[in-house]
């Protein structure tokens, strides 16, 4: 290979690939890591082990890797090979194949030794794309084949390094050393911090969930957001790559970062939501509150046909009793509509033409069954109308009273203990302690669409169960008020 200018030839490339117990890495361990130093076109050194992940290895991922329980039983624990890692990666640019998946895993093994690991990162899917934008697909398996690449021990850790180190040096003599080095030095590029703050702004951030400020002149409060790992989120904002007027203009604007940790996803989500309908900043759009949210009620009229209401108001005890929440009333006229169309429905009993003696438009198209002239039978349209709705139904609340759902952040030492009570969150304490001197008298709490759907679907969805959950005691009437409004 030629030799190389600018910073690949004077750079140390560590091209790295680890193999894991699987794909979290909150959760899973590394069992083997792989190196291949690279520098001015041509391999200066490797470096290789096993690791005892501490936890047992599926036989799932060890069909895939190869790497099983015995292999691993007298490996070193990756707490032995930490400094010795260090002092092989020290001064490198880390390169990897999906850099977030290996540096992530990298970053939270040194933290739970209560170390910090940083390093440039280069990521060779990002390379791909980016050289290669005509491809779809850039795992390392299509790479191999497209680039007709030597065949190696997939999903082994030198294996998987010897076909990323075969891709780059492909490139390389593909497109030019020049291209790969300008390709390579936009996606190296460190994030810039906007002129009115701190230069050491981004190293008092945490790599922690969370929900971040940003307030601008006069301290305005110009944007909330929320991320699993807050310093990552804010780095973004600061890449230089502004994809809208807007993100300009909050970087031009930017005068001083706040945050907030929280122990894990779902509470930096209810924060960011709250903290957006409650402070109302300048640039965010999304999840501000609706100010006349409507749903659906079926009520029976006089002839006993259920009809169709739409409904400001609602008690939180018996949710299951409405259909849909929508943000205005023609949203929910449109949600009506569709379902008349569907399946047959007459206009009148769906609220979507006045009551009057006769046909309803619908039926003098042949789309309706004929309730509006009292023609259907009652007990059919009305079973017609139920399955019609089922969709839309809220769900009602399953618990007597409200719960306390508890995240915890093993690393961090902290613990979040949402109270939920009919889908709406009522408040967060950090001590279970404190749950014995909960009062929910005189909680003023509204009922919010977007708090509702992330509680259902903590609560309801497959991942229920990543909750421990504690039932509280029912409150009496006067111990919480829950307003029958929606906002």
């Known amino acids: 290979m030629a030799e190389m200018t600018g910073f690949l030839g004077s750079e140390t490339l560590a091209f790295i690939d680890l193999e894991t117990t699987g794909g979290n890495a909150i959760h899973d361990r590394i069992t083997e890591i792989g190196i291949r130093f690279w520098r001015d076109g041509e391999k200066v050194g490797e470096w290789q082990t096993l690791l005892n992940p501490e936890q047992r290895i599926s036989p799932f991922i060890e069909q895939l890797t190869g790497i099983n329980n015995a292999m691993v039983a007298d490996a070193p624990r990756f707490s032995e090979i930490a400094d010795a890692l260090l002092e092989q990666l020290d001064g490198a640019i880390f390169v990897a194949h999906n850099a977030r998946f290996d540096y992530g895993f990298i970053k939270a093994e040194f933290r739970r030794l209560g170390r910090l690991f940083t390093a440039k990162v280069l990521c060779t899917v990002k390379l791909s794309r980016r050289l290669y934008p005509e491809h779809r697909r850039h795992n390392m398996d299509a790479l191999i084949a497209r680039h007709q690449l030597p065949a190696v021990e997939r999903h082994r850790a030198m294996g998987d390094v010897s076909a990323m180190l075969a891709f780059f040096e492909h490139v390389i003599a593909e497109k030019g050393g020049s291209a790969v080095e300008e390709a390579a030095r936009k996606l190296l590029k460190h994030a810039s911090v906007p002129p009115n703050l701190s230069p050491d702004i981004l190293s008092t951030l945490p790599e922690c969930a969370g929900v971040y400020r940003f307030y601008g002149e006069n301290d305005v409060l110009l944007y909330v957001g929320k991320s699993t790992n807050i310093l990552q989120r804010v780095a973004s904002h600061f890449s230089g790559d502004h994809g809208s007027h807007k993100a300009m203009k909050i970087s031009q604007s930017l005068q001083r970062v706040e945050w907030t940790e929280t122990a894990g996803e779902l509470g930096a989500l209810l924060l960011e939501l709250k903290q957006i309908k409650t402070l109302a900043p300048l640039y965010n759009r999304r999840s501000r509150p ?49 379902i008349a169309a569907k399946n047959d429905l007459c206009n009148q009993m769906l609220g979507l033409e006045p009551v009057r003696e006769g046909p309803c438009f619908q039926r003098t198209l042949g789309r309706c069954k004929g309730a509006c002239e009292g023609r259907e039978d009652v007990v059919r349209y009305n079973l017609r109308m139920q399955i019609a709705f089922h969709n839309l139904r809220l769900k009602t609340w399953p618990w007597a009273g409200p719960v306390a759902l508890i995240e915890h952040n093993s690393v961090r030492q902290k613990t979040d203990i949402l109270v939920i009570y009919n889908w709406v969150h009522v408040a967060t304490l950090h001590d279970e302690s404190e749950l014995a001197e909960l009062s929910l008298r005189g909680q003023s709490v509204a009922f919010d669409l977007d708090s509702y759907k992330l509680v259902v679907k903590a609560l309801t969805g497959p991942e229920k169960h990543r909750w421990r959950v504690i039932e509280l005691p029912a409150p009496s009437a006067p111990d919480i008020l829950m307003p029958h409004s929606f906002t």
């Open 290 to 338: 609706a100010k006349k949210l409507v749903s659906i009620q079926l009520a029976e009229n006089a002839s006993g046909y259920l009809q169709a209401q739409l409904v400001r108001e609602l008690e939180p005890h018996r949710l299951g009793d409405y259909f849909g929440l929508f943000r205005n009333k023609s949203e929910a006229e449109r949600a009506l509509k569709g």
